[in-house]
C-alpha cells in the first residue's frame, strides 16, 4: 500500500523542507524506516501544524485555527509503500519504534471527474457567458486581471485554449509545478481534461493568469494518464502556499481549481483508523487545504460524478461519495446543473463526509466549449462546473482580494445569493442552489458601499 508517513525531524531540517529556497532530499529526512520503501523521488513536504486560539482545544480541528510552518511547529511528509502483509504491524509498531514518525496515512489514487457521458452537449459556452452575467462582471472590472488561477489536472494546452476561445491566454510558466518525472512544458501538454478546465475557467475570468498543475500526470508503474497520487497534490499545495506567500498582501489572490478526487476506498485506510483520508480531518492533505484557506486562497473541488441517477463507472463508495477534500468545511465543493437549470444525474449527491452539507453550490456543465474531446463532446461532469465556478471566483477576485473579502466571507456570500432550486433552501441535490452573479454584483455593490 501507498503511505503517507509524517515525520517530525530536527527543527533544522523542518527550516530546510519549509525554505522554497532549499532543496532537501527523502534520505535527508528519512535515513531509512523499518520495513517502508520510501520513495526517493518524491520530494520532502511541510505540513503546518493546525494552532487552536489561546482558550481552544488543542486536540479539535472543528475550531478557528491558525497554521504555523515555523520550525517547532510544523511537520514534515515522505512518500513509500508498505507490503500489504506487514501493513497493520508497521503501521502499529513504525511510531513506537521510531519516535519521529508522527502517524502514517493513506496516500490514495485520485482521478479527474469526466461524465460517464453519452449525452449530446446542452447550449455552447456563449450559452454560459450569458448566465454568469459576464458582461455585467466586466462592466464592475471583474473579469479576472492579475489573478492567479490554479488548475490542478493533466495539463494545459494553451494554444488550443487561446484557439477556441479566440482571444489570447495568459500563463505564468514561472509559477508553475509538476510532478516528479513530467517533462512537457507548462502550457504544452496534450489537448485533454486539464485543457477543458483551463478553457471553462476563462469564461468568466478572461484576464486570469493560468497556473499549470498537471497533478494527474504522475508517473509510477501502473498508473494511468488519468490518475496521480495524493501525495503529488500535498507538493502541490505546499507549491501553491509559496505562490500565495510571494504575493503582495493587499492584492493577495489565488483561486484553486480541482476536478479531480477519491473514487474508492481500495487505497485508504478504513474509515475510523487514524490514517484514514476519505473521513478524516486530520489527514495531511485536508490540512493543507486547510492552511492554504488560511492564508488567502479560494479552494475549490468538483463534488464528483457518483448522483444516484448516471454515477461514473468508477465510483466504489456505496453511500456518501462525496469525500476527503472534495467535502472540506474550508472549500467550495461544486455540484452540475445544465444550461437550462437541470440538475445533472451524474452530479454526486451529499451529505458530504467531512462536512454534511455538501456540495455547497452548483454551477453550469454539459456545454459544448472547448473541444478537448473533439467536435459535439461536451465539456461535462462536474469537472466543468468547478472551473466555471473557479473563473467566476477568479472574477470577483479582480478588485476584492483576500484581505478585502476574505475566503470564508466569500463563501457565504455565494452561498447567500443562491439561486434556490428547492422549496427548503439547502438540499443535497443542488446546495445552496446556482450561482447567481446578478446576485453577487449587488451584494458586493452593498459591501462597497457600507465600507465607503
Known sequence: MRVLIQLRPSPDLVAAVADPGQTATTADVADGLPGVELDSEFVPVAVPRPVP??????LSLNQPLDFSLAAEDASVLVRGTISDDELASRVTLLPALRPDVVGIFADPVIGSAPTCGGDPPAGDWHDVERLLNVPGLHAEGLDGTLVALAVLDTGINAAHTAKQLGRGVTLDAERCW???????????FEVDHGT???????????????????????????????????????SAFAHLRNVLDAQPAGSRALVVSNSWGSFSPEWDFPVGHPGNYSDNAAHPFNLMVAGLDKA???????AGNCGNECPDGRCAYP?????GANSHPKALSIGGIDVNGARVGYSSQGPGRLTAR?????????FSGSKAFG??????????ATPVAAGLVAAIRTRWPSTRLSPAQLRALLRRTAEDRSEVGFDYD???????????IAALQRRAKSAA
Open 196 to 234: 477543458m478546465c483551463a478553457f471553462d475557467t476563462l469564461i468568466a475570468a478572461p484576464q486570469a493568469t493560468l497556473i499549470d498543475i498537471p497533478v494527474l500526470l504522475s508517473t509510477r508503474p501502473g498508473g494511468s494518464a488519468m490518475d496521480g497520487l495524493l501525495s503529488d497534490a500535498v
Open 319 to 323: 453511500n456518501r461519495p462525496i469525500v
Open 430 to 440: 443542488y446546495g445552496y442552489g446556482t450561482v447567481d452573479p446578478a446576485g453577487i
Open 53 to 58: 486560539p489561546a482558550d481552544g482545544d488543542p
Open 178 to 188: 509538476s510532478p516528479s518525472g513530467v517533462t512537457a512544458k507548462p502550457g504544452e
Open 375 to 384: 467536435d459535439g463532446e461536451p465539456d461535462s461532469g462536474t469537472s466543468a
Open 358 to 366: 455538501k456540495p455547497d453550490i452548483c454551477a453550469y456543465t454539459h
Open 296 to 302: 488567502g486562497a479560494d479552494v475549490l473541488f468538483a
